[in-house]
C-alpha cells in the first residue's frame, strides 16, 4: 500500500513539469514521497496505533525535509533547531517571490521545491490515512487532483499524458491494494453482480462526457485555458503594474491591455518610457538591483554620474500614469529632473531609475525634464575609449555561461573591428530572418522567462519575444567587452488624438501606452555618450538611424498588440499609427466561410439538450434496467436480495412514489409505505378509474415481503406491467408541475446525485470526526499513565 501511494503522488507530479523548468527538481520530491512512504510502511507492518503511524510520518517528513534543505542549520543534519526555522522562513518568501513575480516554466530555485516536497509529503500521509485506517481509499483521489489543479491552470498544455497516466495508475494501485488486503464481500467471486452494472457506468460516462463538452462552451476563455498562457498562480490578484523581473510574456499575451498610460512630450523621436534596468545576469532569474545603499532622496534633481561630450538633446514629457501601479516610476531617459510627484521617491546614480517604498504611481501626474547627448554614427565610431565612468559590474560576464552564447558572439563578431561594429553586428543577426518574433515558442517549448538556460535554448530554437532578443544582445555585448545592461519598459504608444499643452513648449499630442507594449531593450555604454539604446528585436519599437543600415533608415514597427509577426527585416512606415488587428473592422480580413460556424453552433444546442434531458434519460433507463431482470436459469445460483427481480420493483415503486410527492422513510416498513401510498391522493381513490393500481401496489408488497422474508413462491405477474398501471394512475392524479419534475427532474435521481457529489465531503468529515476522536482516545490513555490526584 505504501508503494502504491507513493506511485500515485509521484504519477501526477510528472505534470508539474512545464510549471518547473527541467527535472532537477523532480529528484527531491522522489526523495521526500519515498522517505515518507516508507516509513509508513515500516510503522504499519509493527502493528502501530494509526494516530501513532501517521505523526511518525509526519517526523519523517519534517527530517528528510530538514536533511535535504536545512542541513547545515539542523542538528545531526536532520533534528530541527531554532536555525532550521528560520532557513524554513527564508525557504517559504522565496517561494512566495517566485510565485508571485515570475511566470510559468519558473526556474526550481531551493524556495519554490521546499514548499513543493512539503506539500507532496503530506499529500502522502493524507492519502495513507484515507485509505488504511479510515478505509476510504476511493476518497483518495481528491488528493491526487489536487496535484494536477496547479498545471492544469497554468500549462497551456494542461496536465498532459504522462501525469495523467501516472495519476490513474497510482488511482488504481491503491483501490487494488484496498480490496487485496481489506476485501469487499460483495465483490467476491461467488457474489452475484448487478447486471445493471455496465449500463450505468456508460450512462455515468455519457453525462461525464456530455458536462465536459458542454461547461467550456457556457464559460468564456475555456478554449484558451483558465489563465492566459505563461502567465502566474497569485492569489493577490492582477497587477496593473509592469513587471520588473522581465517576465513580460503574461502582459504581452493580455487580450486587453491594462494599466494604460498617456504621456506628451516635446522630443522629435518616438520615445521609450524606461521603469527600471537589470544588470546582475547570474543564474536562473534575473531581477533589478534596487542598491537601497546608494539611492539618493528626491527626484527634483537628478545627476548622470558620468561625463557627456558633444551636443545635448533636451525634451520635456508629461506623463499621466493613470491605473498603473508600480513601485517604479517611468520616465524617459535620462530624467534630469522630475516634478509633480507625490510622495517620497529616490533614484539611483548607477541606472537612474526612480522608484518608492511607500507610495506607488498609482493616479501620478508628474512633468520629466530629460537631457541626452545627440548620438550619431560618427560619434559611436569616435567612441573608442575604455569605460572608465561606471561600475565593473556592467561589463562582468555571467558565471557558468553556456557555450553557445559565447560561440555565437565570436562568430558574429569576427570581422568588427569596434565596439561599435560588433553592436551593429549582434543587433543585426537578432533582427536577420534566422530568428522569429513569437510568444508562443517559448511555452511551447519551455523557456519563457529569463535566465542563462533560457537564453541557450533561444538560441538553439532561435524564436522569443522581447525579453530574449534583449538578453541575448546585452549579454553577447559583454562577452565582446562592451558595457551592457537591459532596460525594461514601454515601447513608443500610439496617438490618442488629443493634445497636451506643455509649459513653455506649446501643445504636442498626446500618445497612450498599457500592458500589450511592455518592452525590454538592451544599453550599451560608450565612453562620452553614455547609456545608448538598441533594438535588436524584430518588428518591434523603434530602430534608432545610428543603429541602422542605410536601406532601412528611420525604421519603425508599431505593433501595438504584439501578434506573431514573422522576424522580416523592417519595412519604412510613414508615420506612428496603430497596426489593425485580424479580424476588426478595418483589419483587411476576408469573410470566412460560415459552415463551421454553423455546425459548431448545432453541435452545441445539441450537446445542450442533451444534457438538460440526461435526468429523464437516466431515469427511463434505470427503470427499464430494473424492470427487465429475469429470473436466474434453473440451477444457478439465486440473485441476492437487492438483485431479485421482486426488490427491484418495489425499489422502482419507491422511486415513482418519490418522483411524485411520497418519498419512503427509512424507517418505515414496506406495508406502512404501501398503505400510506395508497391512502394519498396522488395514486385516486380504490373502487373507481384507480383500482387497478391500488392492487398493483397490494400485489408489488406482497411480493417483496415474500422474497425479503418468506419461502420462495411461484412466478408472480410481470412487475412490469404493474408498475406502468402505477405509473400511469400517477400521471393522470398529478397536476402539470407536478407531472414535469416527475419527468424531466425526477427527485429519486437528483438526490442520487447530489448524494455521489457529496462524498468526498462527506469523506472529509469523516476523516476530521475520526481524527478528532483519535485525538481524545490518546489524551484518555495518556492522562491513564499520569499519577492520580488525592
Known amino acids: 500500500m505504501a508503494g502504491s501511494v507513493a506511485v ?26 519515498v522517505v515518507v512512504a516508507l516509513a509508513l510502511a515500516i510503522l504499519r507492518s509493527l502493528r502501530v496505533q494509526p494516530l501513532l503511524a501517521t505523526l511518525g510520518a509526519l517526523a519523517s517528513l519534517v527530517g528528510i525535509l530538514s536533511f535535504t534543505f536545512c542541513r547545515q542549520d539542523s542538528f545531526l543534519g536532520f533534528i530541527p533547531t531554532s536555525g532550521t526555522f528560520e532557513a524554513v522562513g527564508r525557504h517559504i518568501k522565496r517561494a512566495a517571490e517566485t510565485v508571485v513575480s515570475e511566470s510559468a516554466p519558473v526556474a526550481p530555485n531551493t524556495g519554490i521545491v521546499f514548499v513543493a516536497c512539503a506539500c507532496l509529503g503530506l499529500l502522502v500521509v493524507l492519502i495513507d490515512a484515507l ?121 504581452l499575451r493580455s487580450p486587453t491591455g491594462a494599466g494604460r498610460i498617456t504621456y506628451a512630450t516635446s522630443s522629435s523621436s ?26 539618493r532622496t528626491g527626484a527634483d534633481r537628478i545627476e548622470t554620474g558620468y561625463d557627456l561630450q558633444g551636443e545635448v538633446v533636451n525634451a520635456v514629457t508629461s506623463i499621466n500614469a493613470g491605473l498603473f501601479t508600480s513601485p517604479y516610476l517611468p520616465t524617459p531617459y535620462a530624467p534630469v529632473s522630475v516634478n509633480g510627484l507625490n510622495g517620497r521617491w529616490t533614484w539611483d546614480p548607477a541606472t537612474l531609475s526612480i522608484m518608492s ?43 557558468n555561461l553556456p557555450g553557445i552564447v559565447r560561440e555565437t558572439a565570436d562568430a558574429v563578431t569576427a570581422s568588427a573591428g569596434s565596439n561599435y561594429a560588433k553592436a551593429l553586428a549582434i543587433q543585426k543577426y537578432l533582427r536577420s530572418s534566422e530568428f522569429t518574433y513569437s510568444l508562443q515558442a517559448p511555452v511551447q517549448n ?31 555585448a559583454r562577452v565582446e567587452g562592451i558595457p551592457s545592461r537591459i532596460a525594461v519598459g514601454y515601447a513608443p504608444g500610439r496617438l490618442t488624438g488629443e493634445t497636451v499643452a506643455l509649459v513653455g513648449q506649446g501643445s504636442f499630442p498626446e500618445y497612450e501606452v498599457d500592458a500589450r507594449d511592455a518592452h525590454a531593450w538592451p544599453e550599451l555604454y560608450f565612453e562620452g555618450l553614455g547609456w545608448v539604446p538598441f533594438e535588436p528585436t524584430p518588428s518591434r519599437g523603434f530602430v534608432p538611424e545610428y543603429a541602422s543600415e542605410a536601406s532601412v533608415a528611420g525604421n519603425l514597427s508599431t505593433n501595438a498588440d504584439e501578434k506573431e509577426v514573422p522576424s522580416t527585416a523592417a519595412t519604412p512606415a510613414p508615420s506612428v499609427a496603430p497596426v489593425p488587428v485580424p479580424g476588426t473592422p478595418g483589419a483587411g480580413s476576408t469573410e470566412s466561410n460560415p459552415l463551421p460556424g454553423i455546425l459548431a453552433s448545432a453541435a452545441a444546442v445539441l450537446l445542450l439538450a442533451a444534457f438538460l434531458g440526461s435526468p429523464r434519460i437516466s431515469r427511463s ?21 437487492r438483485d431479485a427481480p421482486a426488490s427491484l420493483a418495489w425499489a422502482e415503486l419507491q422511486d415513482l412514489a418519490t418522483d411524485f410527492g411520497v418519498p419512503s422513510a427509512p424507517s ?55 408498475i406502468a398501471v402505477v405509473r400511469e394512475s400517477l400521471r393522470n392524479n398529478a397536476g402539470w408541475w407536478a407531472r414535469f419534475r ?31 476522536q483519535a485525538a481524545v482516545r490518546s489524551g484518555r490513555a495518556i492522562r491513564g499513565f499520569l499519577p492520580q490526584r488525592r
Open 270 to 295: 518616438p520615445t521609450y518610457l524606461r521603469s527600471v534596468t537589470v544588470e546582475h545576469f547570474d543564474g536562473e532569474t534575473w531581477a533589478p538591483d534596487d542598491r537601497s545603499a546608494t539611492r
Open 131 to 251: 485509505a488504511v485506517p479510515l478505509s476510504m481509499p476511493a476518497a483518495s483521489g481528491i488528493g491526487l487532483l489536487a496535484v494536477m489543479v496547479v498545471p492544469a491552470t497554468i500549462k497551456p498544455q494542461s496536465v498532459g499524458i504522462a501525469g495523467f497516466i501516472g495519476a490513474v495508475v497510482g488511482f488504481l494501485l491503491i483501490l487494488g491494494c484496498s480490496q487485496w488486503f481489506a476485501p469487499d464481500s460483495r465483490l467476491q467471486s461467488g457474489a452475484p453482480r448487478s447486471s445493471g452494472q455496465f449500463r450505468r457506468s456508460l450512462v455515468t460516462g455519457a453525462l461525464t462526457l456530455g458536462l465536459a463538452l458542454v461547461v467550456p462552451l457556457a464559460i468564456p476563455g475555456f478554449e484558451t485555458g483558465t489563465f492566459p498562457q505563461g502567465s502566474r498562480l497569485s492569489p493577490w490578484g492582477t497587477s496593473n503594474g509592469l513587471n520588473p523581473m522581465i517576465t513580460l510574456g503574461n502582459s
Open 8 to 33: 500515485a503522488v509521484l504519477g501526477p507530479a510528472l505534470s508539474l513539469n512545464g510549471v518547473f523548468r527541467g527535472w532537477a527538481w523532480f529528484m527531491p520530491l522522489i526523495t521526500t514521497v
Open 357 to 399: 517604498k511607500e507610495t506607488s504611481t498609482l493616479a501620478q501626474r508628474y512633468v520629466v525634464f530629460s537631457a541626452t547627448p545627440k548620438v550619431t554614427a560618427q560619434s559611436l565610431s569616435q567612441a573608442t575609449a575604455p569605460a572608465r565612468s561606471i561600475s565593473g559590474d556592467f561589463l562582468r560576464i555571467p558565471a
Open 742 to 772: 416527475a419527468t424531466w427532474v425526477p427527485p429519486s435521481l437528483m438526490r442520487r446525485w447530489f448524494h455521489a457529489l457529496g462524498a468526498p465531503f462527506r469523506a472529509v468529515g469523516t476523516l476530521g470526526r475520526n481524527v478528532g
Open 621 to 641: 433507463v434505470l427503470r427499464r434496467s430494473r424492470l427487465n431482470r429475469k429470473e436466474p436459469p434453473e440451477g444457478a445460483p439465486p440473485p441476492g436480495d
Open 668 to 722: 418505515e416498513t414496506p406495508r406502512n409505505f404501501s398503505a400510506r401510498l395508497r391512502s394519498s391522493a396522488v395514486l385516486g381513490e380504490a373502487g373507481g378509474l384507480d383500482d387497478g393500481a391500488h392492487t398493483a401496489v397490494v400485489s408489488l408488497t406482497s411480493d417483496f415481503e415474500r422474497q425479503r422474508y418468506g419461502r420462495p413462491a411461484g412466478a408472480a405477474s410481470s412487475a412490469a406491467a404493474r
Open 446 to 476: 519551455g523557456y519563457d522567462g529569463n535566465g542563462l538556460s533560457v537564453l541557450a535554448d533561444f538560441l538553439a530554437v532561435k524564436s522569443g519575444y522581447c525579453v530574449h532578443f534583449s538578453s541575448a544582445m546585452a549579454v553577447m
